[in-house]
T-cell receptor, first 115, second 116 residues
């Protein structure tokens, strides 16, 4: 069975600084997808960034980028130029290639941003 | 374009009762998935529906069931409610969950269910 581990329950960063959230996963599959979702207090899960396992190039979305290390089964999220609005719970998620919409989530990292 | 709509937003029930939660996907989306979020267990997959058929199911007891209608709207039902069923129930929809699809899921705001 696939598992996703987020070892940092809480992280904090100062506004305009950079922070990296860690995620590791376990799978025997070779093709899969990885995601980072953000859940602010409003509760809605918002997709931040996604990565297809067959792509070697790390995904980037504006201030958000990932460091995908397939051999190490590591998928960290880097947030550059942190903003107060980045404060939220961040979840790492895994999806098998053929499992359509079944996401396996990590336990989450609560990110605080200080002015 | 309207997002994923879940109703009701809050719900309070007592043990032994049953409850039905509703989810309207984004227009054009055909796949709907449900997740349970609790402080203890985190986010857990309940089930996924596509074209009125259950395509995938998580590890939950038979008290948890769902269905999808021809307009892609979905409902989930929980019977004989237990205290441990208190949770945020999230619904997500996607465009087309065909094999190897990388279509992302869009989540609703969830229904907060409290069992007294």
């Amino acid at each position: 069975a696939q598992t996703v581990t987020q070892s940092q329950p809480e992280m904090s960063v100062q506004e305009a600084e950079t922070v990296t959230l860690s995620c590791t996963y376990d799978t025997s599959e070779s093709d899969y997808y990885l995601f980072w979702y953000k859940q602010p207090p409003s509760r809605q899960m918002i997709l931040v960034i996604r990565q297809e396992a067959y792509k070697q190039q790390n995904a980037t979305e504006n201030r958000f980028s990932v460091n995908f290390q397939k051999a190490a089964k590591s998928f960290s999220l880097k947030i550059s130029d942190s903003q107060l609005g980045d404060a939220a719970m961040y979840f790492c998620a895994y999806r098998r290639w053929e499992d359509t919409d079944k996401l396996i989530f990590g336990t989450g990292t609560r990110l605080q941003v200080f002015p | 374009k309207a997002g994923v709509t879940q109703t009701p937003r809050y719900l309070i029930k007592t043990r032994g009762q049953q409850v039905t939660l509703s989810c309207s996907p984004i227009s054009g989306h055909r796949s709907v998935s449900w997740y349970q979020q609790t402080p203890g267990q985190g986010l857990q997959f309940l089930f996924e529906y596509f074209s009125e058929t259950q395509r995938n199911k998580g590890n939950f007891p038979g008290r948890f069931s769902g269905r999808q209608f021809s307009n892609s709207r979905s409902e989930m039902n929980v019977s004989t409610l237990e205290l441990g069923d208190s949770a945020l129930y999230l619904c997500a929809s996607s465009l087309d969950p065909g094999e190897s699809s990388n279509q992302p899921q869009h989540f609703g705001d969830g229904t907060r269910l409290s069992i007294l």
